[in-house]
């Protein structure tokens, strides 16, 4: 690695490098320094900040420079974080997720000169349909795309087992929360038609947008009631939608003695905690380090371009995992998600969500 990474925790903590860089292979706007500011899941939460810290550790290792990484542990820190920040002479800020939405854009519109990229998040808090600041860039997923494939492979999986039962819990409900209920419980829907079945869903209603939550996204054991109240209801297959709770989920469904499985979200959950990787069937991924990657390397090398990213089935910003060889899957399941896949892509399939970006 040629650039190291500079790891800042907490609220107000002084930053412990003057943020200088050296342009490298002289063709790197000189002084570039690309910086990033996690919500209050961490960077360990094997899901959106640990994927765009490894996105921005990758770009900053090739590019030659020092990228600056501030860590928070409640909103209260995104603010004093931000500050901090600029302070410290970053040139390009990452902010991971919707909740840094209005610091953030209180942040660019301080610093005009300055860029930055939001992750699930247009910035737009006055909501007129425009980015609140000229500087920053809009990461955005069409993650119900993927959701619906995860969904339709639950449905059969669950079906094959003869349960006929599948299940999902959020943590709080927001749209890049929201967004996998909605193509995940559509996705069963779409295997029921297809298949004149009767796989039935629990914890989210996509007509009324309400549902199963744990009210926040730490492992707690209010996320694991959560997930046991449906696997109280008979679901084997669970998708619980926010960073950490997947592991309560994960103890849930241990603690239940049931051949329960588990859907990850975001990263390829089996690959990024091996502790649970025996109960994940596959995960519906977001692809936030290759879209954190490219917007980096992008603007080191003057390239800073403020049309919002949106990651599809098409550019292969969304997508499902592998599926765990350990589970039987019924014959054709593949082939089956392969056609829905490109059904989707040509547009002769449409899936969306009042989440949709």
Known sequence: ???????????????????????????????????????????????????????????????????????????NDYAPNLENLVAEGCTFIVAVGFKLSADTVASAKANPNLQYAIIDDRADTDNDGKTD????????????????????????????????????????????VTIFMDGFVDGVKKYDEDKSASVQTFGWDVAAQNGSFTGGFAANDAAKQAAQGLLDQGVDVLLPVG?????????????????????????????????????????????????????????????????????TLENDGVGLADFNSKFTLPAGLADELSALREQIVSGSLKVTSPSSP
Not at 38 to 59: T, V
Not at 149 to 174: D, F, M, Q, R
Not at 260 to 269: E, I, K, T
């Open 243 to 311: 960073g950490p709770i997947y592991s309560s989920a994960a103890d849930a469904i241990r603690d239940s003695g049931s051949k329960s499985v588990m859907l990850g979200v975001d990263s390829d959950l089996a690959k990024a905690d091996p502790n649970v990787s025996d109960l994940v069937l596959t995960s519906i991924l977001k692809r936030i380090d290759t879209a954190v990657y490219d917007s980096v390397t992008q603007a080191a090398k003057g390239d800073f371009d403020v049309t919002p990213y949106v990651g």
């Open 1 to 75: 690695m040629l650039g190291a990474a500079v790891l800042l925790a907490g609220c107000g903590a002084a930053p412990e490098s003057n943020g200088s860089t050296a342009a490298a292979g002289g063709d790197i706007v000189e002084g570039f320094t690309p910086c990033i500011i996690s919500d209050d899941g961490g960077w360990n939460d094997r899901s959106f900040n640990q994927s765009a810290k490894e996105g921005i550790d990758k770009a900053a290792s090739e590019l030659g420079v020092k990228a600056i990484e501030v860590e928070s542990s409640s909103a």
């Open 133 to 176: 600041a000229p500087n920053i860039k809009p990461l955005l997923f069409d993650t119900v795309q993927a959701a619906y494939l995860g969904g339709y492979a639950a449905a059969a999986y669950s079906a094959e087992n003869g349960v006929n039962k599948v299940g999902t819990v959020g943590g709080i409900p927001i749209p890049p």
